[in-house]
């Protein structure tokens, strides 16, 4: 039986390389019930899903790649071991609200209408890219999402301003949802969110991707509470949840039920998505503060694997469908590389347009 098809409670996990700091977390997952949400979901959606997985696994990986080639510049953050993440939250919420993220940005994209040729030019730094070149890895947009961000919690407030737009606008049903790294946490701009969203009882869900390391720190030497979410929410007086983020039935189930707790109560929400990245912080990061012994542990938890498995285990999925559909997605993307090669590189005369500045006295 995989281990997704039994309803989660609480687990003990180890996580951490250095013996001195390591702690047993004990975690109160939301409660879920994979054979209700498959029921929910349907055979359709889930193989859509699952297709969208894959997508953005090979695009991470092709783009890592054109990064090691040098046709990409700047930083690459990667998205890989945390799809399920936002994969569950955009199938149990939509796309009618606004998202907020952080320079993790391409998987957000893509699920939010982003095209993989728009996304992936963006990498090259071509004309034809989401920003028009200009924006690269860290910077993608669509047309609900309001930016991948590069300040370490600096992108918090602006998901709260938008939360806050929504009430003063009286946009009933909408939501903010924001996403930030474990890393964030300690931000002074991540605490005053928190508070004015519950003083003012603003429609926002944040999401702490608690992928176990901000940049090269453990989370055990970098935060004093853990769980997080289970922690800091009584803080400010809002309600939270803590959901496996490799498994993609628990993110979606917990998702929905925190959409339906903030469209009641129009109050915040904290979520903890426990994952953890199966590269370094970016691919110049070596990662050499973690055992390859720890990362094989941590990549038999596969999300993709797994919900593969789940679905193979009730009869949607056969493994030839799966191999068939893996080379379908691959090839998807390898054809946006030679999209993304062939499009032009910007002008350097519109270099300053769409940038503003007062005029000299």
Known sequence: MSPLTTPLKSAILEIGSDPRKMKKKQYHFFQSDTKKVIAE?????????????????????????????????????????????????????????????????????????????????????????????RGGSMHMYADRMLGGLAIVGGHVPIATGAAFTIKYLKKKGLVSFCFLGEGAVAQGAVHESLNIASLWNLPCIYVIE???????????????????????????????????????????????????????TSRPVLIEAVTERFRGHSISDPALYRTKEELAKTMERDP??????????????????????????????????????????????????????????
Not at 57 to 83: C, D, I, L, P, T
Not at 242 to 259: I, Q, R, S
């Open 41 to 133: 979901i349907g055979k359709d959606v889930l193989l859509q899903t699952l297709k969208n997985m894959l997508l953005i696994r090979h695009f991470e990986m092709r783009g890592e790649a054109a990064y090691q080639q040098g046709k990409v510049g700047g930083f690459y953050h990667s998205y890989m071991g945390q799809e399920a993440i936002q994969t569950g939250c955009i199938a149990a919420v939509g796309t009618t609200h606004w998202f907020t993220t952080t320079y993790r940005c391409h998987a957000l994209a893509l699920l939010l209408g982003t095209t993989l040729n728009e996304a992936m030019a963006e990498l090259y730094g071509k004309t034809t890219g989401v920003a028009m070149g």
């Open 210 to 264: 608690n992928n176990q390391w901000g940049m090269g720190t453990a989370v055990t030497r970098a935060l004093c509470i853990e769980p997080i979410a289970e922690n800091m929410a009584k803080c400010y007086d809002i309600k939270s949840y803590t959901l496996d983020g490799m498994d993609f039935f628990n993110c979606y189930a917990g998702f929905k039920e925190a959409l339906h707790e903030v469209s009641k």
């Open 304 to 361: 993709i694997i797994s919900f593969k498995d789940t679905l193979i285990e009730h009869k949607i999925l056969t493994e030839a469908q799966y191999e068939e559909m893996d080379k379908e997605q691959k090839a998807i993307v390898i054809a946006a590389m030679k999209f993304a090669e062939e499009s032009p590189w910007p002008d350097p005369m519109v270099l300053e347009q769409g940038v503003l500045a007062p005029e000299e006295a």
